[in-house]
């Protein structure tokens, strides 16, 4: 089946110690990406790859960091987490830039969301 | 600045009543939209789409319309069902060579009242 599966789904932590959220496909999608859900602010992007070893910061990359030495993993790392960072996190992947030969909707594909609170 | 704007943040409809979700863009350059519902737990999942050479795209009870001259899309649902309430996402993007973003809007919510 395919899928984008997120780890954790739920996590409380406290303010400076860091975290992990991991992302990984079976899709063998060039690109992936992270987002963050807030209310009233909808979907922000905080890191996207294009490929293994490209990354590139969103609109909201403050506090975050991310890497992508394999294909399929896409880990959101924070390095010292702290209360604003409190959020609905996703990770997303999808077939590749935009290529003439075949139809690409753009479709993105979501993970289930990891709930970080921050405390 | 949004580039993607979603105005009404939540919209009630009777089922089986037309659902009617807008969305606006200021970025000319965007050529693609896209739909996404989002329900409770669980991660957005893709809709619908229409590329900015057509004004209609229709699968089943959803329809898309595209008005490029206003800058505007909207997404009808017909009739509405009570599983069709969600959180809606509009999105946009550049095609071309070297891009892939898409930039979402803040969502509407969406609910049926049986």
């Known amino acids: 089946e395919a899928q984008v599966t997120q780890n954790p789904r739920y996590l409380i932590t406290v303010t400076g110690k860091k975290l992990t959220v991991t992302c990984s496909q079976n899709?063998?999608?060039?690109?992936m990406s992270w987002y963050r859900q807030d209310p009233g602010l909808g979907l922000r992007q905080i890191y996207y790859s294009m490929n293994v070893e490209v990354t590139d910061k969103g609109d909201v990359p403050e506090g975050y960091k991310v890497s992508r030495k394999e294909k399929r993993n896409f880990p959101l790392i924070l390095e010292s987490p702290s209360p604003n960072q409190t959020s609905l996190y996703f990770c997303?992947?999808?077939?590749?830039?935009?290529?003439?030969?075949?139809?690409?909707?753009?479709?993105?594909?979501f993970g289930e969301g990891s709930r970080l609170t921050v405390l | 600045d949004q580039q993607v704007k979603q105005n009404s943040p939540s919209l009630s409809v009777q089922e089986g009543r037309i659902s009617i979700l807008n969305c606006d863009y200021t970025n000319s350059m965007f050529d693609y939209f896209l739909w996404y519902k989002k329900y409770p737990a669980e991660g957005p999942t893709f809709l619908i789409s229409i590329s900015s050479i057509k004004d209609k795209n229709e699968d089943g009870r959803f329809t898309v319309f595209l008005n490029k001259s206003a800058k505007h899309l909207s997404l009808h649902i017909v009739p509405s069902q009570p599983g069709d309430s969600a959180v809606y996402f509009c999105a946009a993007k550049r095609t071309g060579a070297g891009s892939y973003q898409l930039t979402f809007g803040k969502g509407t919510k969406l609910s049926v009242i049986p």
């Open positions: 997303a992947s999808s077939l590749g830039v935009w290529r003439e030969a075949y139809a690409n909707t753009g479709e993105l594909f």
């Open positions: 899709m063998n999608h060039e690109y």
